[in-house]
């Protein structure tokens, strides 16, 4: 089963335009991750944001995290066509390290 | 340093049939993670292992079986193929799990 739902399921934005998804769970969690994916391939790592933080900043990427709403949020700032991508959370409750996903967000940055 | 190598890139089985992927992990990794994506279910974790051991299993069917050598390679195995087999499965790699995970590019199964 899934453990976190992203929101929205898509979103469509001009390029330069800030880009915000919403994340939420529901076990208690060790940290938060994101992921980005391009089409049919692999994810790859963005941030990671532990359950005593509240936000994270990485260049155009900022994370925050809400443990009392089990939500998180990923903003992209100043998009760029080639932000288009699917993006998933991911949390690790820290049983044996089970990391599970979302459902992911549609990113489409039109140029 | 090199990334996580998942081989074969495409597959295409026959139901009924039985299938081996394999997955070398980032040279040092000894976490081994194996996901199922699909468009209608997602990302679904199938299972963990560390150092040889499977550490936790996702809700998938006993067809679905793992194992992961000394090297830290792991490959898992899908027997009596069916159609909704059909995904894209990845793996992941990471120190000790639980964060810094180095995905695969995957390995695209079409079961016809």
């Known amino acids: 089963s899934q453990q976190g739902e992203e929101d929205p399921q898509a979103l469509s934005i001009q390029e330069g335009e800030n880009a915000t998804m919403n994340c939420s769970y529901k076990?208690?969690?060790?940290?938060l991750q994101w992921y980005r994916q391009n089409s049919g391939r692999g994810l790859v790592h963005l941030i990671l944001?532990?359950?005593?933080?509240r936000e994270k900043h990485s260049g155009r990427l900022r994370v925050t995290l809400d443990t009392s709403k089990k939500s998180s949020s990923l903003l992209i700032t100043a998009s760029r066509a080639a932000d288009t991508a699917s993006y998933f959370c991911a949390t690790d409750r820290g049983n044996n390290n089970d990391m599970r996903f979302g459902a992911g967000t549609r990113l489409t940055v039109k140029p | 340093k090199a990334g996580v190598t998942q081989t074969p890139r495409y597959l295409i089985k026959t139901r009924g049939q039985q299938v081996t992927l394999s997955c070398s992990p980032i040279?040092?990794?000894?976490?081994v993670s194996w996901y199922q994506q699909t468009p209608g279910q997602g990302l679904q974790f199938l299972f963990e292992y560390f150092s040889e051991t499977q550490r936790n299993k996702g809700n998938f069917p006993g067809r679905f079986s793992g194992r992961q050598f000394s090297n830290s390679r792991s490959e898992m195995n899908v027997s009596t193929l069916e159609l909704g087999d059909s995904a894209l499965y990845l793996c992941?790699?990471?120190?000790?799990?639980?964060?810094?995970?180095?995905f695969g590019s995957g390995t695209r199964l079409t079961v016809v």
């Open positions: 944001i532990r359950s005593n933080e």
């Open positions: 040279s040092g990794h000894r976490s």
């Open positions: 076990t208690s969690i060790n940290n």
């Open positions: 992941a790699s990471s120190l000790q799990g639980g964060h810094g995970y180095t």
